[in-house]
């Protein structure tokens, strides 16, 4: 059996208002308090195109290598739905802003590109909140907060054979929007949401009947959806059974599909020209501007990363999965040249307390400068690793300095022999039984006898100096 894969993502784009009128885009607010009579469809309302909303989507499509077109049209696609006040939506259908172009994934089987059909511009329909949802007494409400809001959708070919392949995709697109700022990618909030084309077959030459699954609202739904349908398709091929090109319901309980409908073609839809909008007209110059302005893209840092800096594959992902956490270890690498320990220490230290705090870097009084301090006062034995961990929320939370941080914390590493000879003499004298085990032969117990002396020095002792004099007295 042969499985193939295609997918429609909705991005939802970073502007302020919505696509066509000047309502908000904010979030959770209030049901139907972000309306107008140009999102609400009446009688003569005329839209306005968000020209910040066509920015990001150019953004977008010249990130993912797509051909630009200089003229674009707008449509009305024509069906009757309780969350869409218009009976029509505007969108883009046999011109749009963008065609062709690939985005880069990375599974087991090997990095490979998916291929892109197109990209287009429209405007999302309301949100119906049925009592499958909410308890509204077998009711279902409809919250139009979410009408005109600026979409990219954004069409692949039927390029993937995995659910693996397709949850790859997703992170790695969600991963490209956030990193160029065009939207939160935040699936959890609708922002990003996914349709998903799946056809088996039993001939690997020929494309079985496509089934699509509407609006998967995360990553690992996908998955599941896809390996469910796959499953479900291959045993009807086996028993005999036809299957029907239709749209099915993923149920995220059950982790089953169900039918809705049968599949709408494009005429379906009665597509024509949007006649209150003229053709969108790109200035060449501002899209040569565009493309003079897309950054180092996620993936192409990583490898830099991995070729340049010797990270491995998966510290180098970690890094560059937020353009924020990777612009930041750049700046520190910078002022610390040891990339593999700022990467651990990153990915450890630094991650387990925004993690605590639930912030990102940005929003912490960490520096580049005070981290790349920190670090260097560890190399340099002026504290230990270990002291490291209780000096650095003070730099996230304050943006005190390192040597301000140690100072008033007392943590500066004993580097003086002598001392941590009296503290090692102490600790041989109180441990006489780990001290017979060492000198049996037991060298795993000075691990042991070098953790008394820390603790009597209250972590300042330098464990080196430590280890070393302890093993001198000892023989």
């Known amino acids: 059996m042969t499985t193939t894969i295609g997918l429609e993502i909705h991005v939802q784009l970073a502007t302020q208002t919505k696509m066509f009128c000047g309502c908000s885009t904010a979030f959770g607010d209030e049901p139907n ?36 077109h200089e003229v674009s049209e707008f449509s009305r696609k024509n069906y009757f739905y309780p969350d869409l006040p218009k009976s029509y939506q505007i969108t883009q259908f046999d011109h749009p802003i963008a065609t062709g172009g690939s985005l880069p994934i990375v599974t087991e089987q090997g990095a490979r590109s998916v291929r892109l059909t197109r990209a287009h511009i429209e405007e999302d329909a309301g949100k ?46 969600r991963r490209l929007v956030r990193w160029l700022g065009v939207s939160s990618g935040d699936m959890e909030k609708g922002v990003m949401r996914c349709d998903v084309n799946v056809s088996v077959s039993p001939d690997p030459a020929k494309l079985g009947t496509k089934v699509e699954i509407k609006n998967l609202n995360s990553f690992r739904s996908v998955k599941r959806a896809v390996d469910y349908e796959e499953q479900r398709q291959a045993q009807c091929i086996a028993d005999g059974t036809p299957i029907m090109m239709e749209s099915r319901h993923f149920d995220e309980v059950q982790g089953t599909t169900t039918a809705m409908r049968s599949k709408e073609a494009s005429n379906d839809y009665r597509y024509f020209p949007e006649p209150d909008l003229p053709l969108l007209q790109l200035d060449p110059t501002e899209l040569e501007s565009v493309r003079a302005q897309i950054p180092e893209l996620p993936w192409e840092m990583q490898s830099r990363f991995e070729r340049d800096l010797g990270l491995s594959p998966y510290d180098a992902a970690l890094l560059t999965e937020e353009r924020s956490t990777a612009e930041f270890f750049q700046q520190t690498i910078a002022l610390y040249d040891n990339p593999k320990k700022l990467a651990s220490y990153m990915e450890t230290e630094v991650a387990k307390l925004l993690n605590e705090r639930d912030k990102t870097l940005t929003e912490t009084q960490l520096t580049p400068a005070t981290l790349a301090g920190l670090l260097t006062m560890v190399e340099s034995n002026v504290i230990s690793n270990t002291a490291s961990k209780d000096v650095l929320p003070l730099l ?11 100072r008033s914390l007392g943590l500066e590493q004993v580097s003086d022999t002598s001392a941590i000879e009296g503290f090692a003499r102490e600790v041989i004298a109180e441990n006489v039984t780990q001290v017979e085990q060492f000198k049996s032969g037991k060298e795993a117990v000075l691990g042991f006898l070098v953790g008394q002396l820390m603790k009597k020095s209250k972590g300042k002792a330098n464990p080196k100096f430590a280890g070393e004099i302890l093993r001198i007295l000892l023989k």
Request: contains cysteine.
């Open 33 to 68: 308090t972000h309306v107008c009579p140009v999102c609400l469809g009446l009688p003569g309302a005329l839209p306005t195109l968000n020209a910040q909303a066509v920015r990001l989507a150019v953004r977008i499509a010249t990130a993912l290598g797509c051909t630009v």
């Open 128 to 173: 119906s909140m049925h009592a499958a949802d909410i308890t509204l007494g077998g009711e279902t409400l409809v919250d139009f907060n979410r009408c005109g809001m600026p979409l990219v959708e954004i069409v692949t070919e039927p390029d993937m054979q995995s659910s693996d392949e397709a949850y790859e995709f997703l992170r790695n697109l």
């Open 396 to 406: 996230v939370d304050t943006g005190t300095t390192p040597t301000e941080a140690v």
